[in-house]
């Protein structure tokens, strides 16, 4: 005992700590087991829709089409018009030599590796792409188009050697096939 003027304070012992009683694992048993019985019957059903190896969705391919006609190809570009020198021949020996693998013989886009890709290569005598100006062809062409398998062919991309005529010619062929 410890006295202070009169006060006398008593030792008091420490008690120990006693571990604190938990939930134990129980709980976090189930709620992983929720997690992975939820994503076990959801991937099915998001792999349909996100990890699609098919057919586009219905409105996924007009989404995308108008994607590119508004936003990839600049506003300069859209309205360049095909020049009177472009020679639909001289593209059709292009596309024989470098095309024809996705887009097939026709231009249906049912090439050996067209159908194999996602999206599948573009169909070039459908309205989807006959309806894009002169310039959207030649921009596409030369550039490529994103998160697609359309290279670049334009002589400033990796592996592009074709110069802007030999596209405009390319150009004048994909007009040509329509009729075909």
Not at 14 to 40: D, H, Q, T, Y
Not at 54 to 76: C, N, Q, W, Y
Not at 80 to 105: D, L, V
Request: hydrophobic share 40%; glycine share 12%; proline share 6%.
């Amino acid at each position: 005992m410890a006295t202070d003027q009169g006060t006398t304070y008593e030792a008091v012992e420490e008690e120990e700590e006693k571990p604190k009683k938990g939930r134990g694992f129980l709980p976090w048993i189930i709620i992983l087991a929720i997690i992975v019985l939820g994503g076990l019957l959801t991937a099915p059903l998001i792999g349909q829709i996100i990890l699609r190896e098919e057919t586009p969705l219905p409105g996924e391919a007009m989404i995308s089409d108008l994607g590119l006609r508004l936003l990839a190809v600049p506003s300069d570009q859209v309205d360049r018009k095909m020049p009177s020198t472009a020679n639909a021949a001289r593209g059709e020996q292009s596309y024989s030599a470098e095309c024809i693998i996705c887009h097939g013989q026709k231009g249906k886009g049912d090439g050996q590796y067209g159908i194999l890709m996602y999206p599948n290569a573009a169909d070039l005598t459908a309205s989807r792409t006959q309806t894009k100006t002169d310039g959207m062809l030649f921009w596409e062409i030369a550039h490529g188009v994103n998160l697609t398998g359309m290279p670049g062919f334009g002589k400033d991309y990796p592996g592009g050697y074709h110069t802007d005529d030999e596209i405009w010619d390319l150009v004048a062929y994909v007009r040509s096939i329509a009729a075909k």
